[in-house]
């Protein structure tokens, strides 16, 4: 089936650094989201993309929709404590409201 | 609270028993989505209703798993005859229009 590649697989950084995370896939998506997931939550929306090159930001956090629709990545700024948990992309090959496929995740700690 | 509910929150059952999770939308979403994640992935699809209608089903929707939306509103997903390996995550989300999902809190399946 379909797949994202999703990286990195963890990152452990300090309060104040920068963040980035990408997903690649090898199929055209319509559709990117970027989704964050407390342990035993369910995921939380964070921003959503609807264009290729479309760039969005959601206070600390910064997405784009690759130009080619095969990638996508999330930035986060001045990182803190809170922003620990696992981030997941998203890609949605139909936009007809139907189902997402999910990357496996970038887990971020944070130390302060 | 306006969002994805999910009950229960948790499920701890013998393999053989069945299982029903319920889940209520965000009022007024005529889409609703079940999806399955284990440890250390991301969210797998399993089902799609618009409205009552059942409009995609996953292959990892097993001839054990079936799932209902009688009135367009809350959904409900049965497992019967549990396995040890049906122990996940089970997560709701609906949308509306657009192809943001919202995820409810999920149910934890633990089978023993």
């Known amino acids: 089936g379909q797949q994202l590649n999703q990286s990195p697989q963890s990152m452990f950084i300090q309060e104040g650094e920068d963040v980035s995370m990408n997903c690649t896939s090898s199929?055209?998506?319509?559709?990117w989201l970027w989704y964050k997931q407390d342990p035993g939550e369910g995921p939380v929306l964070l921003i959503a993309?609807?264009?290729?090159?479309e760039l969005t930001s959601n206070g600390r956090l910064t997405a784009q929709f690759g130009i080619t629709r095969k990638d996508s990545f999330l930035n986060i700024s001045a990182s803190i404590p809170s922003d620990v948990g696992i981030y997941f992309c998203?890609?949605?090959?139909?936009?007809?409201?139907?189902?997402?496929?999910f990357g496996k995740g970038t887990t971020l700690s944070v130390s302060s | 609270d306006t969002g994805v509910s999910q009950d229960p929150r948790h499920k701890i059952t013998k393999r053989g028993q069945n299982v029903t999770f319920r889940c209520d939308p965000i009022s007024e979403h005529n889409r609703l989505y079940w999806y399955r994640q284990t440890l250390g992935q991301g969210p797998e699809f399993l089902t799609y209703f618009q409205n009552e209608a059942q409009l995609e089903k996953s292959r990892l929707l097993s001839d054990r798993f079936s799932a209902e939306r009688p009135k367009g509103s809350f959904s409900t997903l049965e497992i019967q005859r549990t396995e040890q390996g049906d122990s996940a995550m089970y997560l709701c989300?609906?949308?509306?229009?657009?192809?943001?999902?919202?995820f409810g809190p999920g149910t934890r399946l633990t089978v023993l």
């Open positions: 199929s055209i998506f319509n559709t």
């Open positions: 989300a609906s949308s509306s229009g657009r192809n943001e999902q919202f």
């Open positions: 998203a890609g949605q090959l139909d936009q007809a409201g139907t189902a997402l496929i």
């Open positions: 993309l609807y264009k290729a090159g």
